[in-house]
């Protein structure tokens, strides 16, 4: 519905038109009953602000998944125009008549006609306009609109503290998909109290971060960063809080369930409150809020709509890990291969840190591009490790490897080496485009391997630059089930895999997982925050992650495998 107001816009049809279907859009998000009920039992048309015309139209799409009308309309617009809405301060009109007027159809048509200096003449344009669209182009060629978790979150904690700093705040919470910990996100969306929102807009505006500001108002102003990441400030009446914040923490289909829910108990249920008619249930915090609805509390990881409301409802949340669980980490590199700092240095850090053991893991020897470690090599750094081991009586230092599975599944140290280490982590690092049965196989037949402990970064995905390779993971979890093996959550921030969509089957298959920082300093020991935010979104427990056992629960347990 959205879309298609969008391209009526394009195309200078009736505002009137655009309206009705932007109407809709919004009349749909917040429906308190099931639109394929509504559809099923005739009683969309009932609806306000559903028309007859709007009636059929969604009955079609609802019913056969399709909508002529949309597709229709869709290819009388070159695809092109839609993108350039990504531009900000272009809009339906002003794209319109760079259609029109230049005939331009794309993005890259559009740069090369500021370029050429051809928007200067064009009404309701002129040079600041052209060149604030260039800039534009050049911010949506930098950055996709999408962002990876640890960047949005860094630069989230910072705003928080900055707003809270001023002391015009009352509450302040970061909130969206930020909040839900979701591997990629949008923007930054922050939430807050005062009883100077003037002020506290005005300060927003000013934070040294902001690159632009995109709209200011009295509840909600939005400003792009120095970073290019989208960021919005709302601020509510204090008593609106509670609701606010789950509101806007998500997810929709989270949201779209609870509301389901409340109007099943007679219970009105959006931003603003709870209400039993027009009389506010009224409520502290998010908590009281499950308790209203008879729930016990669902953190936010687990906001997705994923059989949590479920669960709450049979008091059957879990008490999900935490980082402070964390015993000790496995999957370290040093200098020996990859790795920027040395053994010593590694291991001191864990200890600052409050680790009683670390997995030292460098690459092996087939990992050239990585250093990886001979035979004679790995001689050299076990002598280190035990050095080390005698030194300390508060740490255990275990002899690892990630090693490499080759294209046939088979590893690249033979069986006498491999025993030798206490914990073998063996991961894909080449041949990304064997096909889905073969990359299978191969992954499995690593895991059949009595000398492999835990399989590392399992789909070998990059967030924003890399898809996984082709596997049947949901294979390869039960193969990990049947030969007792670990699955890692890798925690470096631009993996986050496991993705934690697989990691609750898993946990439901009885798999274990390892979270663990891949690092390669010391500053990536501390990567393992965002790895737990993804056990966290997977439904995991202290006891579902094996590095969170005490070491002799460990060594029990890699011996098993």
């Not at 409340?262 to 502290?284: H, Q, S, T």
Request: net charge negative; charged share 30%.
């Amino acid at each position: 519905m959205n879309e298609i107001g969008l391209l009526l816009e394009l195309k200078g049809e009736n505002p009137f038109k655009s309206r009705a279907y932007y109407n809709a859009a919004r009349i749909i998000e917040v429906l308190d009953e099931d639109l394929e009920t509504l559809v099923s039992e005739g009683r969309l048309k009932d609806v306000k602000g559903i028309g007859e015309a709007l009636n059929k139209k969604l009955t079609e799409l609802v019913t056969t998944g399709r909508l002529k009308y949309y597709e229709e309309l869709k290819e009388s617009v070159p695809p092109g125009l839609v993108e350039m809405l990504k531009i900000p301060g272009l809009g339906p009109k002003k794209i319109k008549t760079l259609y029109d007027k230049l005939g331009i159809t794309t993005i890259g048509e559009l740069e090369y006609a500021c370029i050429e200096n051809r928007l200067v003449s064009l009404p309701g344009f002129g040079e600041k306009t052209q060149k604030k669209i260039l800039e534009g182009i050049q911010f949506i060629k930098q950055f996709s609109g999408h962002h990876l978790y640890f960047e949005a979150y860094e630069e989230a904690v910072k705003l928080k503290e900055y707003l809270k700093n001023t002391g015009l705040v009352i509450r302040c919470e970061i909130a969206g998909s930020i909040r839900r910990k979701k591997e990629i996100v949008k923007d930054i969306d922050i939430l807050a109290t005062s009883a100077q929102p003037d002020r506290l807009m005005d300060c927003f505006v000013n934070y040294q971060g902001v690159k632009d500001v995109v709209a200011k108002g009295d509840t909600k102003t939005s400003v792009v960063l120095n970073s290019g990441i989208n960021a919005d400030l709302r601020v509510v009446k204090d008593e609106e809080f509670p609701y606010a914040l789950h509101h806007f923490t998500g997810s929709k289909e989270h949201n779209t369930a609870m509301r389901h829910r409340a109007k099943a108990m007679g219970i009105k249920m959006n931003e603003y409150g709870l209400f039993k008619g027009d009389v506010l249930i009224r409520c502290a915090s998010e908590e009281e809020i499950f308790e209203k609805l008879n729930l016990c509390y669902i953190p936010p990881e687990l906001r997705e709509n994923a059989g949590e409301i479920e669960a709450a409802e049979r008091g059957k949340i879990p008490t999900l890990v935490e980082e402070k669980d964390l015993k000790g980490i496995f999957h370290v590199h040093t200098t020996y291969s990859d790795g920027r700092n040395s053994l010593p240095d590694i291991v001191q850090r864990a200890r600052e840190l409050g680790y009683s053991y670390i997995a030292i893991t460098d690459h092996s020897k087939s990992a050239f591009y990585a250093s990886g470690l001979s035979e004679e090599k790995l001689l050299t750094q076990w002598e280190e490790i035990e050095a080390l081991n005698r030194k300390y009586d508060d740490m255990v230092i275990l002899k690892g490897i990630e090693v490499d599975i080759l294209p046939d599944g088979s590893l690249d140290y033979s069986d006498d080496v491999l025993e030798k280490f206490d914990l073998v982590i063996a991961s894909i690092h080449s041949h990304f485009k064997m096909n889905r049965e073969e990359m299978t196989r191969r992954v499995i037949r690593a895991i059949e391997s009595k000398h492999v402990h835990i399989i590392g970064h399992l789909t070998g995905r990059l967030l924003l630059s890399r898809d996984g390779y082709d596997i049947d993971v949901y294979e390869v979890i039960e193969a990990a089930r049947e030969y007792g093996k670990i699955i890692e959550i890798n925690s470096s921030p631009y993996r986050l895999d496991l993705d934690w969509r697989y990691i609750k089957h898993a946990k439901e298959r009885g798999v274990k997982f390892a979270v663990c920082p891949d690092a390669h300093s010391i500053e990536g020991l501390e990567d393992v925050k965002y790895g737990i935010g993804i056990a966290r979104k997977g439904w995991l427990e202290a006891n579902d992650v094996i590095n969170a056992y005490e070491i002799h629960q460990v060594l029990r347990f890699l011996k098993k495998t």
